[in-house]
């Protein structure tokens, strides 16, 4: 029988993970969720088939892998009101960005198996990304599954150091809402130019959609893809040049900067060494 997992929180983030989970085939009846909402139950139930309750120290109980994802600023006070119902054989997974592994720990109170993973909302499609990484009470074996998990929602990556965790939360984790934002802003010059919504939206997340596969599925350099696009004195040319022109590079770096720096500062702000 498959392991029962628990989401605490049932926001976004847990709907694309349990929903990933459901159409890769995890039974329903093994997921459970929590919500202090009676109507979010009811319809997590209706839609989903899995079981809800408002109590997450029932659901905890019941599970053998609890998948917290709540904000990172009501991580502490919700992993310390169910603390008394962990037990040493569970496995703990957070989606938390900015929550170290070690406060999780010492909120838990136990030696208990805890992973931190930085997952995306393209998990929802079964096209995820998500970097992982344990802490010493994690063995082998509950390392795999967890890596088989998110394999059923996408891909993942081990990070050997928690302090990459910044950088995979502004490479990935974020990222999904950086490409939107881009589409967005496609698609509405499109519309001052005259295209209508809906035309403009699927040409523009199809060219995204392609450009994305040829990076994941072709060898060739990612520069080498973008000079095949970009012939000389043609119209690419020209819409990169202005790219340059307002230096992308560091708007890029820019953007990615500030996600660290925040991530690093909900790092300090919602640490158990603070208590
Ligand atoms: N949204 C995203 O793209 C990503 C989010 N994350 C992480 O996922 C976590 C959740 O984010 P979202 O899903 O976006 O937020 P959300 O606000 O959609 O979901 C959080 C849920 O927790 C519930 N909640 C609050 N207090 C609770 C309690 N005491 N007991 C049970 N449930 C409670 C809220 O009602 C809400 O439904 C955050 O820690 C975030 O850092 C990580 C990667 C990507
Ligand atoms: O914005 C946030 O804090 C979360 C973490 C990564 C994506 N969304």
Not at 52 to 67: G, I
Not at 146 to 163: K, N, P, R, T
Request: glycine share 6%; net charge negative.
């Amino acid at each position: 029988m498959k392991p029962s997992i628990a989401f605490i929180g049932v926001g976004n983030m847990a709907r694309a993970i349990f929903s990933g989970l459901l159409a890769s085939g995890y039974p329903a009846d093994r997921i459970m969720g929590t919500s202090r909402t009676p109507e979010k139950r009811e319809y997590y139930q209706q839609q989903y088939g899995i079981s809800m309750y408002s109590e997450n120290e029932q659901a905890v109980s019941e599970a053998d892998v609890v998948v917290l994802c709540v904000k990172p600023a009501q991580m502490q006070a919700v992993v310390k009101e169910f603390a008394s119902f962990v037990r040493e054989d569970q496995l703990f997974i957070s989606v938390a960005a900015g929550v170290e592994l070690d406060s999780l720990a010492t909120w838990l109170g136990k030696s208990v198996a805890v992973v931190r993973s930085m997952p995306n909302t393209p998990s929802q499609l079964g096209a995820g990304v998500t970097g992982l990484i344990a802490n010493q009470y994690t063995d082998d074996s509950q390392k795999e599954w967890v890596s088989e998990l998110f394999a059923s929602i996408g891909s993942s990556v081990w990070i050997e150091d928690e302090a990459h965790m910044h950088t995979v939360t502004a490479l990935s984790g974020s990222a999904p809402a950086y490409f939107f934002r881009f589409v967005e802003a496609m698609v509405k010059n499109a519309k001052e130019q005259g295209l209508d919504e809906e035309t403009s939206r699927q040409l523009a997340s199809h060219a995204m959609l392609g450009a994305a596969r040829m990076i994941v599925e072709l060898e060739d350099p990612i520069d080498q893809l973008r000079k095949n696009i970009t012939s000389p004195k043609g119209t690419t040319e020209q819409a990169l040049l202005s790219f340059e022109a307002a230096d992308i590079d560091k708007i890029v770096a820019n953007a990615m900067h500030a996600c660290v720096e925040r991530s690093k500062e909900m790092a300090k702000t919602f640490s158990a060494t603070k208590d």
